[in-house]
């Protein structure tokens, strides 16, 4: 049973990347009209898969077309190693979208030669090929093989190293033939300092130089990427037929509007009613949205998410929120720094559908938009958390020896395993729906008074919210935990992390930088520290191995409220000094030796450092007359099998 369920979430492993699947909780349970929204919004989704491609990198698409031809059609032998090697490297393409890495950016380098590659592509009918009017077999070859095989050319898709020209040096497809200076001079002429609405210069088009002359090409039904967008909008009119309410139907609409015309100020009038639709249950993302592949931060690449509302973890939400004043009131913080009022934040937890773009198959588990800053500033942002993507992550993780390594005893696995999913969750919406709004500065006291180290205290003050609260009677009473014992999984779970696990992802010889990990380190170590003389924490070695254990959890949780109460003080007053101390003694130092010893163990378990997920397959039952009379949803297809249909179903550029 376990083995299976297990089976079910992992999918497959290769080079750095693990493939998982995720569960569409609840959809067998949606309305018809609710089943053909999501269908058709995944086929707009689907149909732009494309665009990313081409905007990672202008020969990706030609690429993939030639490796897929060769990796369906090769007789020879395929446990041969160079096409084993071949496989990998084409599966790496299609989990970044190109030939660089998803998130390094670095270019793949081909664990199989360049004689192979050619044997293998003479051998495959022409017919097959992705030959542009008139090229040869030959021809082809010698455009592609340059940008497969040379170290140095294309080396980065999206290079930041400071004093290079950003554009010459990066290998995405946003700017052709422009330097730095003129796409920046390009840019600014266009900003007015007046315009207190600007709309998002330059994220849908690339920059090019013709005839000496800068101009956009834009990403329009008429425009570059047309063939794609004009799919994405013939589903996008038949989604809008089945939309929940008029609201939705207006957002639709104004989305396909600006995918007409590709005119910014309607993209914005587009996010504006967006944010407005908060009461359909479904809801989706499609567009030019996330400009991270830009070094200028100005091009958006294209992505899609379909979701819909999951009501029983947002009813968790929601009952967190509605008690806020009752958890400000019952703090161990000192009176002064509490909110009289104060308001919880309802985070809406989602139930992803489908991925597609830059949320494929790598995905965020968070989303917030949109990111106009005029928008968010005016009308405010939407905020979600993917839960059937996190809840994915967690069962994969099961049986891959990360617990039975890093885990002290039977007693602290059996924990993990009855509780540790709920309470993750759990500690994670604490952090978000009070622990961040909860307190208040001092009158007078600036904001940023804590300067660097103000993210890692504010984090640290967030969590240890939550921390403080999970074992509270409280939460049995509202339904939030199973039990008075379920808190124990995510105290130990939180410790080992901060102390320990953690440390998998600092490279040697570092210390820690990024302020969530830093707040993690600073209170687990201060907790130890503290708890030292009453033996309330301590790492055991064991068979040369440390590990965390806690001997009173009671007494744990006094400690952090003593440590909540006293951060709470540090940021109401501004105390610069004490949040310095805190921070540098605590948070940012590694024990070399342990970092080795936690390196090793990590590396022996052979697991991969980047995920992704496949989707699930939607299928629309019709009757005589072609009418959709249900949707039905399979989950058996794999890796390859659904990067070769994508390739097949949705080719469109
Ligand atoms: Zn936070």
Redesign the pocket.
Do not use: L, T
């Given at each position: 049973m376990k083995t299976s369920e297990t089976n079910f979430y992992s999918v497959e492993q290769f080079a750095d990347l693990q493939i998982l699947r995720y569960r569409v909780n609840g959809f067998e349970l949606l309305s018809l009209n609710q089943k053909k929204l999501i269908y058709y919004l995944s086929e707009a989704a689907l149909n732009g898969r494309d665009i990313l491609f081409d905007q990672n990198g202008k020969l990706n698409l030609k690429i993939r077309r030639m490796l897929e031809a060769v990796y369906v059609n090769y007789d020879g032998d395929r446990t041969d190693a160079e096409f084993l090697a071949l496989e990998v490297y084409l599966k790496r393409i299609w989990f970044s979208s190109g030939i660089h890495h998803h998130y390094s950016t670095d270019k793949f380098i081909p664990g199989f030669s360049v004689d192979f590659l050619r044997d293998a592509v003479m051998a495959t009918d022409k017919a097959l090929l992705p030959l542009s009017e008139g090229e040869s077999v030959a021809g082809l070859c010698n455009e592609l093989f340059p940008v497969i095989f040379d170290p140095e050319l294309m080396p980065k898709r999206v290079n930041q190293a400071d004093g290079e020209d950003l554009l010459l040096t990066s290998a995405s497809n946003y700017y052709v033939g422009v330097t730095q200076k003129e796409a920046e001079d390009f840019y600014a002429a266009m900003k007015s300092p007046d315009d207190e609405t600007p709309v998002m210069f330059g994220m849908n088009s690339r920059l090019e130089k013709k005839n000496g002359k800068i101009c956009e090409v834009v990403w329009k039904l008429d425009g570059e990427y047309g063939k794609a967008i004009s799919k994405i909008i013939y589903w996008l009119e038949k989604a809008a037929t089945v939309a929940e309410n008029e609201l939705q139907k207006e957002v639709i609409r104004l989305l396909i509007e600006f995918y007409r015309t590709g005119d910014l100020k309607t993209f914005d009038d587009y996010s504006i009613c967006w944010l407005k639709d908060t009461e359909s249950r479904i809801d989706f993302v499609n567009g030019f949205i996330e400009s991270y592949g830009d070094p200028l931060g100005l091009k958006a690449s294209w992505e899609s998410i379909v979701n819909f509302k999951d009501l029983e973890a947002t009813h968790r939400t929601e009952v967190i929120s509605s008690n806020a004043q009752w958890f400000e009131d019952h703090s161990p913080v000192s009176p002064q720094f509490k909110k009289p009022e104060v308001k919880g934040v309802s985070a809406k937890v989602i139930t992803a559908a489908i991925l597609a773009g830059d949320l494929y198959p790598a995905s965020a588990i968070g989303i917030n938009l949109p990111n106009s800053n005029w928008i968010r500033s005016v009308h405010g942002s939407k905020s979600v958390t993917i839960g059937n993507l996190t809840d994915a992550y967690n069962k994969a993780a099961k049986g891959n020896g990360f617990r039975d390594e890093f885990v002290y005893s039977e007693y602290e696995k059996e924990l993990l395993d009855k509780y540790a999913d709920i309470t993750g969750d759990l500690h994670t919406d604490l952090?978000e729906c009070l622990g961040?709004g909860s307190g208040k500065l001092l009158p007078g006291v600036d904001p940023d008074a804590l300067k660097a180290y103000g993210a890692t205290i504010e984090?640290a003050r967030?969590d240890l919210f939550g921390l403080y609260y999970i074992p509270d009677a409280k939460m049995v009473e509202l339904g939030l935990t199973p039990d008075s014992e379920a808190y124990k999984a995510e105290y130990y779970s939180y410790m080992m992390n901060g102390l320990l696990t953690q440390l998998v992802r600092i490279e040697p010889g570092c210390c820690i930088e990024e302020s969530h990990m830093r707040n993690r380190q600073l209170i687990a170590a201060w907790a130890l520290e503290h708890g030292a003389q009453n033996d309330v924490v301590s790492l055991v070695v064991k068979d040369g191995k440390t590990y965390v254990v806690i001997n009173d959890y009671v007494k744990l949780r006094s400690l952090f409220g003593e440590l909540l109460a006293e951060i709470q003080r540090i940021k109401s007053e501004g105390d610069y000094e004490a949040a310095r101390e805190l921070v540098e003694k605590y948070a940012v130092k590694v024990n070399p030796v342990l970092h080795t010893e936690i390196l090793e163990r990590y590396r022996a378990l052979n697991l991969a450092p980047y995920k992704g997920f496949i989707n699930p397959v939607y299928n629309a039952v019709t009757d005589n007359d072609g009418n959709i009379t249900d949707v039905t949803i399979d989950y058996s297809e794999g890796y390859a099998e659904q990067m070769l249909r994508y390739s097949r179903d949705y080719s469109n550029l």
């Open positions: 952090h961040h984090e967030a």
